[in-house]
């Protein structure tokens, strides 16, 4: 059985990774990068001052529990909500490892996905993959570092044409923030239903469970970023999951990018007009 590392940033992950990433790092004979950026993204991303330094990733396979919820009420699955929030924090807490141990700055292009396993019930893989990135500039124009004010690398997952503009505008990413909440919506009852057939009129219980559980989603995001003395948080994705629950149960989850300014005066390139050179008759 392979080894993991056990350290509290890089719990869970493999220490052959861990040997692997020390002989990737900058400076080392063998070290050369791995990105799954695109050729432009790569290009952007350098033309922003940062360099790829490697491939990070993270992964945890999770059980999801179970949990009932009352047949005739709205309400959030608070066990299940724990769970994916839980399993999604392992895996983007081993992606941070993987790219402390590279000495990166930050991650970009992040992607976060899940992917539910045959080979057990409600086993579940969450994994969180990137970019780590350094910076050519030990420190920011305002004289700070680019890790977070938790001592990590930073985490984006926005795109590299967009993360290249947000440096060019003067803001700094921080780290991913994200919000979940598992929601149990009630069942109509029977001759309720009955009674809505052939009309247009809205199902307030319907309506007042998903709102309820969006704003939850929302307000965990925020308290992320207020966490982090974010400014704001840009692209923002606000996601509805059924994954494998029932037709009544949704998980509602938000993610997005928590950032500061870097200066007082943001210069935003004015956009550029492209017309295109194919004949559309």
């Known amino acids: 059985m392979t080894a993991v590392e056990n350290t509290p940033l890089g719990i869970g992950v493999p220490a052959d990774a861990m040997r692997r990433l020390a002989e990737m790092r900058p400076g080392q004979s063998t070290s050369l990068f791995t990105s799954d950026l695109s050729v432009n993204e790569f290009l952007l991303v350098r033309e922003a001052g940062f360099r790829p330094v490697g491939l990070v990733l993270g992964s945890s396979i999770y059980h999801v529990g179970f949990q009932v919820g009352r047949w005739n009420r709205n309400q959030e699955l608070t066990t299940l909500s724990q769970a994916m929030y839980h399993a999604r924090e392992l895996a983007m807490t081993r992606m941070e490892a993987e790219a402390d141990q590279l000495g990166a700055d930050g991650i970009v292009g992040v992607r976060l996905e899940i992917e539910f396993k045959e080979f057990g019930s409600d086993l579940a893989e969450f994994i969180a993959v990137g970019t780590a990135v350094t910076a050519d500039e030990p420190h920011t124009p305002d004289g700070l570092p680019w890790r977070n004010n938790r001592g990590l690398p930073f985490t984006s997952d926005l795109s590299g044409q967009d993360f290249w503009t947000l440096i060019q505008a003067g803001y700094a990413p921080l780290g991913m923030v994200m919000g979940t909440c598992v929601y149990h ?96 008759r």
């Open 185 to 280: 919506v009630t069942h109509q009852r029977f001759w309720q239903a009955m009674g809505n057939i052939g009309q247009n009129v809205e199902l307030p219980q319907f309506t007042e469970a998903l709102y309820d559980a969006r704003e939850l989603a929302m307000s965990r995001m925020q308290t992320e970023a207020e966490q982090l003395h974010a400014e704001g948080i840009v692209g923002v994705d606000l996601r509805s999951h059924g994954h494998r629950w029932g037709g009544h149960t949704t998980e509602f989850f938000a993610i997005g990018t928590a950032v500061r300014p870097l200066r007082a005066d943001h210069h935003i390139q004015a956009p550029q007009l492209v017309l295109p050179l194919i004949d559309s």
